[in-house]
């Protein structure tokens, strides 16, 4: 290959300069002036200035003392005016008694400080360039210039190279450093993994020059990797101390510097800093954007095994310039503010209310029925199962579809034994990607058993919200069956790979599958894990995941302690008791009825696809598994409903029995509870409220409803408080912000506000979403964990929730905030309308109200083509939405809604839609 | 608390020939306010002093203005064609020779009458706001020069007198001659437009709302001179439905004629320049072009406005609202067998 650098002209030394100096010309959009200084230190190699940013000044101008410093580092090629946004967050923030200094230097041969002189080109053997060991003394020896408090606190930031040498230098200096942050970076690269692509092709030596020094490619890719193209200005502001080629010495310097292979000299230095972040115990944060091309997210999973005490925020969607996509200052200075601030011991001593009942081990129940009189009747019942797929041999002859409890409880220890040989631990992520019915209950149970945890991405997210959610989650392994280990395999999800059946061995190296269910449960058919300790209540048990109809999936976190609360929960509030048994066309419910001590019944149906069960099936469930309940969608009760005329007079007899009928996961219409009464003869029909993240806060009966119903207030009606739940209002103002005081649903009858929501099962936080969960959890009303839910509504003075729609869809009008709910239920009750969205259009606090109708009947109720509704419907909707003016009537054939319920309505998809066709434009498909 | 102008007070009232002009002068009397009104013809309006002769005549102006607290400036010339020189002599010189006369007379509080269209550019308003004057992007001769009549009276009140700057949006019902009587007449002979989808949300102002709006503004002049207010019901509706329920009232067929907002805009466009052509060879004319790029826009586009301000500023909701004025306009519409 030729050399693209024959000669190479020397590089010369320059001295430090300020910004302005340097490029008069250049604005540096963010940056004060006042902020710069240069500053001399005593390095390894002699005197060398330093250009840095340096808060310290303004705060002593304004008479404020620091209580702590950030020292905040840069990688390559960038300099400190990537940090300018942190530091002028940390000024906006500072008061006395809460201020962080900030101190952010250009490093040595990078941004405005001295440039070195090098008479060779940047290679690994090249002396003249700066290494990670020199650089982490430089740190030592500016930290001793630079006039800090050390008995203060101390916080090293960092990002890129600079996330390596703060972390460097924190450990090194771990007596006076008390926290550390760190964004996108690299502690190690195993040599036998590839260089991520971009930055293998700058790495080659022969390029290495070309790329990094003679031209300005290495700085213009990494500014290109902004999620939004940044302004020019912006872009000027990076490069201004690079444009010229002798200023560029230091990016190829650091390219150079990349310790990718073992022989290299900075490798020991690199080792140095990875072995020693394992003993680091100070409070860590990880700012991630997962979209690097560069830091990607294997480098945050090494990250993480060696801080696991480390918090984490992964900003979906935001990469590598992560300083430039995202506010940071939020989650930093919050977070420093829990950890050093005033209000520490008060959310340290925040706590949960007490649970419904005693809450036992995930396990107990399955165990004791195991060994009770009841061994030997039914704990599953598969209704979509192959009759021999899951039985023992007795079984298939049969072709019995259930598992005993004894069966079941063999099963789980077997599972859970060969697992554990497979290699799978205590704190393992696994993604189940099975289908609700016996297998995922066996597998689940055995994941539970040994501590490890089960990563639930369900289908109903679809297949790029499914991809996104198990990337964020990163599971070490991947249960599946067939289509989800091929989709696995195809989109690239990490984790090693689990079959649920056997499979031929061309086919399992296909799919790169290291062993199957179905062979463990072979070989370890007998086997008890007594010697493996049962999990804590502290310990993570499953990650589930919201539907994602406000945004990316979020993943839900739940321990072991807190996912009992939940079954003591519905043992006390569905009253279980031996024998029970419930159908579970909700998968959530499914998978907990042997930690309950119910029988479960998967009905066949599709889980994606809600809508598609019938009321024969939901019959012939009932009849194989002596059914007493039945859980369902709203999505899967219409079905049901539109089936039930095809049910044979046995059928209805299975039917009849069912004493209980729950809906969850959406706002069922009165009308449908009566027609659901009409098929379910003798069961008492209740449509609870709850989430992902809460599974079950409130609850009514239909006849309740009804009453509810005829007080004519806004909203749906979900119930009152269940056991051990306590709920608050955070009152909304004119813009539709929710207050941070929280008001006692007493205190607050009939206002409009966010709910807030206190129980022992609500979740344990969000995964790998700090920021997230501290916001949501922001409350400490009585000393309690609060749940910020998203979504509006108002008590009444009995005491009762009603919801009136998600605070993203609030309509702020000039007569005050407004739920969409207000309006949508009573449009809902027309004889026209199928279902209706109520978005606004126009500025916040002056909006006006559209409603968006889906006709019932074929019948039109537009004009002409027009979207607008014609004249008399537009008025029978404006005399049902009573006093709230509704300025327009739109109507569309089919309203967008969420994939998994397929019946939570995209409301913001809408209200872009309608802000464009009232405003005269072209009108599109929404 | 400061000065309020209560009944008694002596008020000019300019302009008074329109719907408008002639129903705040009617209301004012019956308020128990000496009124006098400044038109070139008689106002047929009884209980009020009037002062016959143009914004043209300085004298007139001044005779008009002489002993009176308050004025309520309305005349102008409004029009969607028509030389510009008109326009400025009428809307710019004549506010200016109004305000003069009204400083030069000790007049102390000034109710100037201006149009949203003066910050209008042609883009969609939506929820908007209050938008200062701008003559350089205003569109068409009347937006212009009421733009510019706006900054001067503006400029006054920042020195001379109390300045309130009222802009009602769209005046209609009963005996309105510009906007309500011609949708009903063109719908009825089916030459009505609705321009693309007719979904454009228009935010209008019913007349009695207008009259209740000006005495509010009219009593609390003193308090909150200095302000811009747009004056409509705050109901904004898709304009479509607006013509459709203003012919209805007139006893005309919903609107079927349906075009292109571009193709609209294109004749709009034609329809000007021949019009200017006619009027260049042959004087003025009497009638109103069918189309003009101005009411394209106007018909195709959001119209609707923050009324937060003004509805606290004037401390006035509207009584009637926009279905009220519908069930109005057609109660009116059969006894009397015609809109004016």
Redesign the interface.
């Known amino acids: 290959m030729v050399s693209l650098n024959p000669r190479f002209t020397p590089i010369p030394a320059a001295p430090a300069r300020l910004p302005a100096d340097h490029a008069p010309g250049t604005r540096f959009p963010g940056l004060d002036p006042a902020w710069s200084r240069l500053v001399t230190a005593k390095t390894d190699d002699g005197a060398r200035t330093f250009h840095v940013l340096d808060t310290g000044p303004a705060l002593a101008a304004r008479g404020i003392t620091p209580t702590g410093t950030i020292l905040a580092v840069h990688g390559n090629p960038t300099w400190s005016y990537l940090w300018r946004k942190v530091i002028a967050g940390s000024l906006e923030r500072a008061q006395n008694g809460a201020a962080w200094r900030v101190i952010a230097p250009d490093q040595l041969d990078m941004g405005f400080s001295d440039r070195l002189s090098h008479p060779v080109p940047p290679a690994a053997d090249a002396v003249s360039y700066r290494r990670l060991a020199t650089r982490l003394g430089d740190l030592d020896a500016l930290m001793d210039a630079l006039d800090v408090d050390t008995s203060s606190r101390l916080v090293t930031l960092g990002h890129d190279w600079g996330g390596i040498i703060s972390l460097g230098w924190a450990v090194r200096q771990r007596g006076q450093v008390d926290a550390a942050i760190t964004l996108n970076t690299a502690v190690d690269h195993p040599e036998a993994d590839q260089v991520p692509a971009a930055l293998r092709a700058a790495m080659a030596p022969a390029v290495l020059p070309a790329a990094t020094v003679t031209s300005e490619g290495f700085l213009k890719v990494t500014l290109g990797l902004a999620e939004q193209t940044l302004p020019d200005e912006v872009r000027d502001a990076y490069r201004a101390p690079y444009t010229s080629r002798n200023g560029r010495g230091g990016i190829g310097g650091f390219v150079a510097d990349i310790p990718a292979e073992n022989s290299h000299v900075s490798r020991a230095a690199l080792t140095g800093v990875s072995s020693g972040l394992r003993e680091w115990n100070k409070p860590t944060l990880l700012l991630w954007g997962p979209k690097d091309p560069v830091f990607q997210d294997r480098y945050l999973a090494d990250l993480q095994s060696r801080v696991p005490h480390a918090d984490l925020h992964r900003f979906e969607g935001a990469g590598h310039m992560l300083a430039e996509d995202r506010d940071l200052s939020t989650p930093i200075f919050t977070w420093l503010d829990d950890h050093f601030g005033a209000g520490r011991e008060v959310r340290a001593a925040l706590r949960s209310p007490a649970p419904a009942r005693k809450v036992l081990g995930l396990h107990e129940q399955m165990t004791e029925l195991a060994r009770s009189e009841r061994r030997m009747s039914p704990a599953v019942v598969d209704m979509t199962a192959e009759p021999e797929a899951w039985s023992s041999a007795e079984d298939a002859a049969t072709g019995d579809r259930a598992l005993s409890w004894a069966e079941l409880h063999a099963q789980v220890d077997a599972l859970a034994v060969g697992l554990t040989h497979t290699g799978v631990r205590h704190g393992d992520r696994v993604s189940l990607l099975v289908q609700p019915g016996a297998s995922l209950t066996v597998i689940l149970y055995a994941c539970m058993r040994i501590g490890a945890v089960a990563v639930v991405a369900d289908a109903g997210l679809g297949v790029r919200g499914m991809t996104r959610a198990v990337r964020a989650a990163r599971p070490d392994w991947v249960i599946g069956e067939l289509p989800g280990l091929t989709l696995a395999r195809s989109l690239g999800w990490p984790g090693k790979r689990i079959s649920v059946q056997n499979l031929s061995s061309r086919r399992a190296r296909l799919l790169g599958t290291v062993t199957s269910v179905e062979a463990l449960l072979r070989r370890h058919e007998g086997a008890t894990p007594d010697q493996l300790p049962t999990p804590d209540a502290e310990d993570p048990v499953a990650i589930l995941f919201t539907s994602g109809s406000t945004g990316p999936a979020k993943g839900v976190m739940y321990t072991h302690g807190r996912l009992g609360a939940l079954v003591a929960l519905l043992v006390e509030h569905l009253n279980i008791s031996p024998g029970a048994s419930l159908i579970a066309g909700f998968a959530p419910f499914a998978l907990l009825g042997p930690a309950i001590g119910a029988t479960s019944v998967t009905p066949d149906m599709s889980v994606t696809r809600p809508s598609t069960l019938t009321a024969q099936a939901v019959a012939d469930a009932a009849l194989a598994g002596d059914a007493t309940m039945f859980f369902g969608s709203p999505a899967a009760l219409r079905n049901v409903v539109a089936t039930a005329g095809e049910l044979s007079a046995l059928q209805h007899r299975g039917l009849s029995d069912i004493k209980l009928v729950l809906s969850a996961g959406a706002p069922v219409h009165p009308d449908l509870l009566d027609a659901v009464q009409e098929i379910f003869p003798n069961a008492e029909i209740h449509t609870p409220y709850g989430m992902t993240e809460g599974l079950l806060q409130a609850d009514i009966e239909r006849r309740q409803v009804i009453e509810a119903i005829a007080t004519g207030q806004s909203g749906v009606c979900v119930g009152t408080p269940v056991a051990g739940v306590r709920f608050a209002l955070a009152p909304l103002d004119g813009l539709g912000r929710p207050s941070e005081e929280l008001l006692d649903p007493s205190q607050a009858v009939g206002r409009l506000g966010e709910i807030v929501v206190s129980a022992a099962h609500l979740k344990a936080g969000y995964d790998r979403l700090w920021q997230t969960e501290r916001d949501s959890s922001r409350d400490t009303l009585d000393g309690l964990i609060w749940h910020r839910t998203n979504d509006i509504g108002h008590f009444d003075a009995e005491n009762r929730l009603w919801i009136e729609g998600r605070l993203q869809h609030v309509l702020t009008t000039p007569a005050g905030p407004l739920g969409p709910g207000t309006v949508e239920t009573p449009v809902d009750a027309l004889e026209e309308v199928a279902r209706s969205a109520a978005v606004p259009v126009g500025p916040q606090g002056t909006q006006a109200v559209v409603v968006i109708v889906e006709p019932g009947s074929d019948r039109s109720l537009r004009t002409g083509r027009s979207p607008v509704a014609e004249t008399s419907f537009a008025a029978r909707v404006r005399e049902a939405a009573g006093s709230v003016p509704v300025a327009a009537v739109l109507v569309l054939e089919e309203l967008p809604t969420d994939v998994r319920h397929n019946s939570k309505i995209d409301r913001t998809r809408l209200a872009r839609w309608a802000e464009k066709v009232l405003a005269g434009e072209k009108v599109g498909a929404p | 608390m400061s000065r309020l102008i209560e009944p008694g007070a002596s008020v000019l009232v300019t302009g008074a020939s329109g719907l408008l002009g002639r129903s705040v002068a009617q209301r004012l009397v019956e308020e128990g306010y000496r009124v006098t009104v400044l038109q070139r013809g008689a106002s047929g309006l009884a209980g009020v002093h009037e002062v016959r002769g143009s914004l043209s005549d300085p004298a007139a102006v001044a005779r008009a203005a002489a002993g009176q607290d308050a004025v309520i400036h309305m005349a102008a010339k409004v029009s969607v064609s028509g030389r510009h020189e008109d326009f400025v002599e009428v809307n710019v010189r004549g506010t200016q020779r109004m305000l003069d006369a009204a400083v030069t007379a000790g007049v102390t509080d000034f109710l100037h009458v201006s149009s949203p269209s003066v910050a209008h550019a042609g883009a ?1 308003l ?2 908007a706001v209050a938008g200062p004057a701008d003559p350089q992007h205003a569109v068409g001769s009347y937006a212009q020069t009421k733009a510019q009549a706006e900054l001067i009276a503006e400029a006054r009140g920042a020195s001379d007198l109390n300045v309130l700057i009222l802009r009602p949006h769209l005046v209609w019902g009963p005996g309105d001659g510009q906007l309500t009587s011609r949708i009903i007449d063109r719908a009825r002979s089916g030459r009505m437009p609705i ?7 228009v935010d209008m102002l019913y007349i009695d709302n207008a009259v209740d709006a000006f005495l509010a503004g009219l009593r609390r002049l003193p308090q909150i001179a200095g302000q811009r207010l747009v004056l409509t019901n ?8 607006l013509i ?2 203003i012919a ?1 009232a007139g006893g005309a067929p ?1 609107p079927r004629l ?1 075009l292109a ?1 571009g193709l609209a805009k294109g004749l709009g466009a034609v329809v000007e320049r021949v019009w200017a052509l006619s009027e260049k060879l042959a004087g003025p004319r009497a009638d109103e072009p069918p189309m003009t790029k101005f009411l394209a826009e106007q018909l ?3 119209h ?1 406005f ?3 301000t003004t ?1 606290q500023a004037l401390d006035w909701t509207p009584k009637v609202s926009l ?1 009220q004025g519908l069930a109005l306009l057609r109660e009116h519409i059969q006894t009397t067998g015609k809109v004016l």
Request: no cysteine.
């Open positions: 969609s939506i929820g321009l693309g989808s007719g979904a454009a949300l705050g109901e904004p509706r898709p304009i479509a439905e459709t329920g209805a919903a349906r907002p195709s586009t959001a609707w923050d009324q937060r509805r279905d």
